[in-house]
């Protein structure tokens, strides 16, 4: 039987979210969570009482990642067979595995989430398309919340953006959002560098970073679990360059170091601000508008931002260039670059 549901809280609020974003399966774990929440008092406390915006936070996020990652691991049988489609019992397998693993599922969901969705690097190399219209020029990307660098790799990803071919055709990461509103204009892509930065990055030759990172991925998109895989892959073949360090200090070095002539440096985040406080959000902002006073014609500077907006009611992909310091809103996009509404001519 089902426990009387309590309050609509945190995890039935998101679990409209992921309905919405086409996961009616997490929809359901989610549903099934905040039911079976009781079982778990450790985490229903931690729930309660998250110290910082919950939505901001992801709590949601996190918590749906400790259960796939319980079920990945076959700890839990009745969960595993929940998640590989063998019955469709969600209070009792979730119920459960919660009463079971209290403890892990608390500890678990203070680790910062790391998605790196590589489906995301389809809506930045369009933005970087944009930019190369605008000044023709190779790019130096430098990336705040690379996590484990997946799409400072997207000069070796193989893209079809609304009709456009792009990237490395005989790449096995391939990305194609579906794709509405106007078509994009073909521009060369090319990347001279990528760096970036993370509080805590991952390195893709690691098992538990493979796993971390799967657990992340909604169980019923298998697509997005294969394309992960082939990234990382590809990625201990090719490692990203990805710092440990903290967004402002990595980006105020990377800015204050001399640019080459006749390269475009990018300063690319995706879904990184919401886990940033708001002082360090607005000191990214004005070191920009600084470096960007400084930038010319033939050492120009861009911002490519692929995040929710203020209220959280769409995520959207923004394009900021310098010398002009002109911004504009280039798309509205799935959270996780499922698919893209391109609307380059609109003002942000």
Known sequence: MYA????????????????????????????????????????????????????????????????????????????????????????????????????????????????????????????LMEASREFGLPFELLEIGSSCGLNLNLGLYAFELGGIVAGDAGSPVRVAPSWRGEALVRAPLTIASARGTDLNPLRADDMATRDRLLSYIWADQPQRADRLEQALALAQRHPPQVDRGDACTWLAARLDEPQRAGICRVVVHSMVLQYLPQAQRDAIAAMLAQAGSDATIDRPLARISFEWNTMRRQVQLLLTCWPSGQERLLATCHAYGDWLDWSPGAHA
């Open 4 to 127: 009387p549901i309590p309050e609509r809280g945190e995890l039935w609020r998101h679990a409209e979210v992921a309905r919405d974003l086409g996961s009616p399966f997490v929809a359901a774990v989610l549903e099934a969570g905040q039911r079976q929440l009781h079982r778990a008092p450790r985490t229903a406390a931690l729930i309660r009482d998250w110290p910082g915006d919950p939505l901001r936070d992801a709590v949601a996020v996190r918590f749906n990642a400790g259960l796939h990652a319980i079920a990945r691991r076959g700890s839990s049988p009745a969960l595993s067979a929940l998640y590989a489609g063998q019955h469709d019992d969600f209070d009792g397998a979730i119920g459960e595995a919660l009463a079971a693993h209290d403890q892990l599922m608390a500890t678990s969901m203070h680790d910062t989430p790391q998605t790196n969705e590589v489906g995301r690097s389809g809506a930045i190399a369009a933005a």
